[in-house]
């Protein structure tokens, strides 16, 4: 069972819509990512937070809106998506995001669908 | 540009075979690391290996690490149909942006 949650597990969206997703970890890590995996591309980073600071966002488009109001929730906040937005979303948390021997936790992710 | 990719894409052997899987980079890096996803799954972290570091061992799982090359490998030993999954690799890069790099994976499958 993994430490670090996801939910919902799959969402269908419309591009007008707006949803969040949500991430909590119990492993009392202080850095929380959110990856996007496309079919047949290599995992993209998008955000990284320590500590509830966010310490990167790698040119994610702005209908992406990350939260993370303490060590232990992540949330991404969605609105205009596109289709090809349509990914699973992952989150992952590690000990600390600039300890470089910390491996990431992940968890089961959001299989997300625009129509 | 991409930093770690896997070889081969796609794996296909017997149970009971051993699996090999090969990563290349490009730049200097920390550490590297190797990850497994099961099919609508998270990814679960497996072996870290530091760049000082030449072999790691993990229950049937070895990997090498070979600096001047820019390479590593993944041997999976007698393996299980339960080892059906996507292995990937991920780079801790020495400079620039302190971040793990992931490839694309090589997806393996195990027949009984």
């Known amino acids: 069972e993994t430490g670090v949650t996801q939910t919902p597990r799959h969402l269908v969206m419309g591009m007008t819509n707006k949803k969040s997703l949500k991430c909590e970890q119990h492993?009392?890590?202080?850095?929380m990512y959110w990856y996007k995996q496309s079919a047949k591309k290599p995992l993209e980073l998008m955000f990284v937070?320590?500590?509830?600071?966010?310490?990167e966002n790698n040119s994610v488009p702005s209908r992406f809106s990350p939260e993370c109001p303490n060590s232990s929730h992540l949330f991404l906040h969605l609105h205009t998506l596109q289709p090809e937005d349509s990914a699973l979303y992952l989150c992952?948390?590690?000990?600390?995001?600039?300890?470089?021997?910390?491996?990431?936790?992940f968890g089961n992710g959001t299989r997300l669908t625009v129509t | 540009s991409q930093q770690g990719e896997e070889d081969p894409q796609a794996l296909s052997i017997q149970e009971g075979e051993n699996a090999t899987m090969n990563c290349s980079y490009k730049?200097?890096?920390?550490?590297l690391q190797w990850y497994r996803q099961n099919s609508g799954r998270g990814l679960v972290h497996l072996i870290l290996?530091?760049?000082?570091?030449r072999e790691k061992h993990s229950g049937r799982l070895r990997v090498t690490l070979d600096t001047s090359k820019k390479s590593s490998s993944l041997l999976i030993t007698a393996s299980r149909a339960a080892d059906t999954a996507s292995y990937f690799c991920?780079?801790?890069?020495?400079?620039?942006?302190?971040?793990?790099?992931f490839g694309q994976g090589t997806r393996l499958t195990i027949n009984p």
């Open positions: 992952a948390s590690s000990q600390e995001a600039e300890i470089y021997n910390s491996p990431l936790h």
């Open positions: 492993l009392g890590h202080n850095a």
């Open positions: 937070y320590n500590f509830k600071e966010q310490t």
């Open positions: 730049t200097s890096i920390n550490n």
């Open positions: 290996i530091r760049s000082n570091e």
């Open positions: 991920a780079t801790h890069r020495e400079q620039g942006a302190q971040k793990l790099v």
